[in-house]
């Protein structure tokens, strides 16, 4: 009778044991999967460029055009676009004098040179210490990014037209990832590097 008794709470045990280790597996398990989670909601870890966070800006700038983010440009050639809206790309996208001068200083202060996000810094990095590109898209860094792309591709695609509509290719570049994961070329699908 004894040994029945010994052999149950023996047995009892190595079952709450199991259960509680099998349990602390489920947990870690479930962090895991948290961690994946987070990173597919594009934390600010990878993210290529700052989301754009002004309402004025997405409103103004982003209205013929993605509202590029300020973290592709530095402050050099921001300060030259804004200086002349009025002959804007063959466009005039000239401002009330307040809303100018607070979406300057909103891009100034988030202008490439100020940043720390990946892209922003490599930006930099492939521009001379006095240029000031009217264009993102004659950047360095951006020439050698889509030089495997075929110009005709990008011309000729009614939904693309232009290597300066990013959303037309990067379907996810409004929350600031250009993740090559996330490119999807119109009339051409993913993109196998
Ligand atoms: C009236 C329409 C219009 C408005 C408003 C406008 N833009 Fe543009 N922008 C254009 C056009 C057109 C181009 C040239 C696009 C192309 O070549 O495909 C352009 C190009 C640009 C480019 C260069 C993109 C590249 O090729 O790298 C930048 C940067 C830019 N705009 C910034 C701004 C900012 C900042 C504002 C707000 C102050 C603004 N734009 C408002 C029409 C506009
Ligand atoms: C015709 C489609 C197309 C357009 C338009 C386009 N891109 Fe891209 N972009 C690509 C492809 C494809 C790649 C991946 C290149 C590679 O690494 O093979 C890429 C790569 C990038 C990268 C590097 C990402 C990485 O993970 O290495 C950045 C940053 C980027 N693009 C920004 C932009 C910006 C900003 C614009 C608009 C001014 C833009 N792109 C317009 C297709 C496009």
């Not at 002959?87 to 004098?97: G, K, M, P, Q, S």
């Not at 990008?154 to 090559?180: L, R």
Request: aromatic share 10%; charged share 25%.
């Amino acid at each position: 009778m004894k040994i029945i008794i010994t052999t149950v709470a023996v047995f009892a045990l190595l079952l709450t044991t199991s259960i509680i280790m099998g349990g602390n597996r489920f947990n870690h398990k479930e962090e895991n999967e948290h961690e994946e989670h987070e990173y597919k909601s594009y934390s600010s870890r990878n993210l290529d460029v700052a989301a754009v966070n002004n309402a004025n800006y997405t409103e103004e700038c982003g209205s013929c055009h993605f509202a590029y983010q300020p973290g592709l440009l530095p402050e050099k050639s921001w300060l030259k676009i804004m200086g002349d809206l009025e002959n804007h790309f063959d466009e005039n996208a000239e401002l009330e004098v307040d809303l100018q001068n607070e979406l300057t200083q909103y891009l100034v202060q988030n202008s490439a040179d100020k940043s720390n996000y990946k892209r922003s810094k490599r930006i930099m990095r492939s521009l001379g210490r006095s240029d000031a590109p009217l264009r993102i898209t004659k950047t360095l860094y951006f020439v050698r990014k889509h030089d495997e792309i075929p110009y005709r591709i990008v011309k000729n695609t009614k939904e693309i037209g232009s290597f300066s509509n990013c959303t037309a290719c990067h379907t996810n570049a409004e929350k600031g990832s250009f993740n090559e994961h996330d490119v999807k070329i119109p009339g051409y699908g993913r993109w196998e590097d």
